[in-house]
């Protein structure tokens, strides 16, 4: 056995100090506190939507089974299991999707405004725009699109409400959202 100096040990504290990183606990509860409030809405969201989701099976699994609780407490209790096995998963996709959601997010309204650009370029650019339009999302209905775009065009020209724009942008994010 051998014997350690007083100057190894304060070598060896000193490395493993810059290691550790410490954090409080009431850090811990925030970060907990927030993947419960992104489980909370995405116990709320549409199937279809989690589709989109690069979700683990367990977590996706708690999600589903979410919609069949009815009980507040057990919803509460299950809210805090989901939080849980967020702490495993890759938050930043899911945190991405939820602010594109959220009406007040800077993403939101820059999401919104980029449908909006899509719309009107392809009332007043015509064929170019459809092009790159169709480029962009190959699983449009080319001709249908078309329609929308040729009822919008006609509406634009005799001066009426803009009803077929609308239905074009409908149209327009119901294919971002696939």
């Given amino acids: 056995m051998t014997k350690r100096s007083q100057n190894d040990d304060l070598a060896w504290d000193e490395e493993e100090q810059e290691e550790i990183i410490y954090v409080s606990r009431a850090e811990l509860k925030r970060d907990m506190q927030e993947l419960k409030d992104m489980g909370s809405r995405l116990m709320d969201m549409k199937p279809s939507m989690l589709d989109k989701l690069p979700l683990h099976d367990r977590l996706r699994a708690a999600l589903d089974e979410s919609k069949r609780i009815k009980s507040m407490n057990a919803r509460k209790r299950h809210l805090g299991f ?59 209905e080319h001709q249908h699109v078309r329609q929308l775009v040729r009822n919008a065009q006609k509406e634009a020209a005799q001066e009426k409400p803009p009803a077929a724009a609308r239905k074009l942008f409908k149209y327009i994010r119901e294919l971002d959202e696939i």
Wanted: net charge negative.
């Fill in 82 to 140: 989901i939080g849980k096995l967020m702490q495993d998963q890759d938050i930043e996709p899911i945190k991405e999707l939820l602010s594109r959601l959220d009406a007040t997010s800077d993403e939101y309204n820059r999401h919104f405004h980029q449908l909006e650009r899509w719309r009107d370029r392809l009332i007043t650019d015509g064929q170019p725009a459809l092009t790159a339009f169709l480029e962009k999302y190959p699983e449009a």
